[in-house]
């Protein structure tokens, strides 16, 4: 019995082979020429790039994959790694490239290119590098957080040493300056002291040259005012001469009234007497009567009625003259309105009835940087010409007769600006001196 014919086995060839071997690899390979045709690919460069093996065969495997860098810039074929090793036969390891996608996405990868034998172009080896793409560029995130945070804790031991360090020196400075300051307030609490002594002795001395010479004036203003009523008795005169005699009565008799005035302030005794509010302001301005003129200002009066009270009459008067005088200093030179006011009014912190006197002027006003100070001795905004002690001297005044003075003022002048003085003065004096005295004397002690 003959044996059955057996099937021919099938040769495998090398090449076979080979292609199995490259299907199997998870790697992707491809083999191309030296102008960078794909000759041969596996299915890991077709399932890497999202591509048949058919398309990869045959094509231009640089612009396929490989035409444009990772910010989309075109690549240049000259540049390329890979076509480079298949030109030159040299060969390349682990360079790290982005390929494309067929769908367009950047795929990081490292990539090597062995050369082939006699120039025949090189196969080419692509790992995906996404995972330690992104490993690699957390960990230089970590590297920077952490090189990031010794930097901001060096700056802030850093900030803490200057700050103790200015805090110590601020201290010393502190020290140093308030030891200074309390040096500087007594000397300058000295000098002040020694400035109000001068200026006391000075007013004293003004003020009894200015009854000297109010009692010198007044004996020639007599002897001129009998002569002028005999000369007015001849008979032989004209009638326009006879007004000419009236007219110089007149006028010496203003002279006269303003050396009584005189001599009242300077007599400002602290006594309490029973006087008119109209009549006191009427006087007071009587002594101003030449400025207002020359100034142009015109003066209001708006008096509520009101009985006559007790009060200082010669520290009442002073008080008045020092505002009505820094009212015309307000005013310019083109003239103002000058305006009065006295009514009944009762202060509210003691209810003590009394008079309230308003003095108000459309001069430029005061900030309020300037009109908070102006009661402080010495303060003055007047230049040489002010001595800074009118206010402080009448606000004293009026607290030791238990009165006070508010002010209120706007700058700009005319009819939007302007100062307002507010002056009450209480009726029964007495009792207010005697309850300053003691509080003064109880103070002392």
């Known amino acids: 019995m003959e044996r059955p014919e057996r099937p021919q086995d099938v040769q495998e060839t090398p090449q076979n082979t080979a292609d199995d071997l490259l299907q ?14 794909c000759t041969h690919a596996n299915a890991a460069a077709a399932r890497m790039f999202g591509y048949e093996v058919s398309d990869l065969i045959g094509a231009d495997i640089h612009a396929l994959l490989h035409a444009r860098h990772a910010d989309g810039s075109d690549y240049d074929r000259a540049s390329c790694p890979f076509l480079q090793s298949a030109i030159t036969g040299e060969e390349i390891r682990n360079v790290d490239e982005v390929l494309w996608s067929r769908s367009g996405d950047p795929i990081h990868v490292f990539g090597s290119s062995m050369p082939l034998p006699n120039g025949k172009g090189a196969v080419v080896t692509i790992q995906d590098g996404t995972s330690l793409h992104h490993l690699q560029e957390y960990l230089e995130q970590i590297q920077h957080e952490q090189a990031e945070a010794l930097r901001q804790r060096d700056a802030a031991a850093r900030v ?74 001849n008979s032989s005169i ?36 029973e006087v008119v509010p109209e009549t006191l302001i009427d006087s007071v301005l009587s002594l101003h009567q030449g400025r207002l003129h020359h100034r142009r200002i015109q003066i209001r009066r708006r008096h509520r009625p009101s009985s006559a009270f007790r009060c200082a009459e010669g520290d009442v008067r002073q008080i008045l003259n020092n505002l009505v005088g820094n009212a015309i200093d307000a005013m310019s030179k083109d003239g103002g309105t000058l305006t009065l006011r006295t009514t009944p009014a009762r202060d509210r912190r003691t ?18 940087h300037t009109s908070a100070h102006i009661f402080e001795p010495f303060y003055t905004t007047k230049g040489p010409n002010g001595s800074g002690l009118g206010l402080w001297i009448s606000n004293t005044l009026a607290n030791r007769m238990g009165g006070r003075i508010c002010v209120r003022s706007r700058t700009g002048g005319g009819r939007h600006g302007g100062t307002t003085f507010s002056v009450f003065i209480p009726n029964a004096v007495e009792e207010h001196q005697h309850s300053f005295t003691q509080k003064q004397h109880a103070q002392a002690a």
């Open 24 to 37: 199997h690899v998870t790697v992707a390979i491809f083999a191309i020429d030296a102008q960078g045709i």
């Open 351 to 368: 209810g003590q009835s009394g008079i309230r006197i308003l003095i108000s002027d459309t001069g430029h006003g005061m900030p309020h």
């Open 160 to 233: 803490e040493r200057e700050l103790a360090q200015e805090k110590e020196m601020h201290q010393r400075e502190v020290a140093v300056a308030t030891e200074r300051a309390a040096t500087q307030q007594l000397r300058a609490q000295q000098r002040a002291a020694e400035d109000r002594l001068l200026q006391s002795e000075k007013l004293a001395a003004v003020g009894r040259l200015a009854a000297s010479i109010s009692h010198e004036i007044n004996n020639p203003l007599e002897a001129v005012t009998n002569l002028l009523y005999l000369v007015r008795q």
């Open 238 to 273: 004209s009638a326009e001469a006879s007004e000419y005699l009236k007219l110089a009565e007149s006028e010496l008799a203003r002279v006269s009234q303003i050396v009584s005035q005189t001599l009242r302030f300077q007599r400002a005794g602290t006594t309490p007497t």
